[in-house]
């Protein structure tokens, strides 16, 4: 993770050597609620796989829970660009920002 420095004026913030980002309640509420049903989905997966169900059900099962982890990815995403992105815009510390989201997109990418 890219140290974005203790004076930013970013929404991202720094503390314990980490940076940290404020994320909008509503994007925060929506992934929380996506992330309890992910979880729910998983512990499904593993009953199908106790169950020994048919495999083309359970990799059905394993690509909606890819694809739900990749919608919670988008809003985090999404808000991190509205919000540290945007604010380094211009600043003496944007090539160290748009460095991380390089890394960002192509590690969401894989």
């Not at 099962?61 to 809003?75: D, I, K, N, T, Y």
């Amino acid at each position: 993770m890219v140290d974005l420095g203790a004076g930013s004026a970013c929404a991202c913030e720094v503390r314990d050597g980490s940076a940290r980002s404020v994320v909008d309640a509503e994007i925060k509420a929506k992934s929380q609620g996506s992330l309890r049903r992910i979880e729910g989905q998983l512990r499904g997966l593993q009953r199908m796989l106790e169950e020994e169900r048919y495999c083309p059900e359970i990799l059905t099962q394993m690509a909606a829970v890819q694809e739900a982890l990749r919608s919670v990815a988008r809003g985090l995403m999404r808000n991190h660009l509205k919000h540290c992105v945007d604010q380094a815009h211009g600043t003496q510390r944007a090539d160290r920002v748009y460095e991380e989201l390089l890394e960002l997109v192509f590690r969401q990418s894989r």
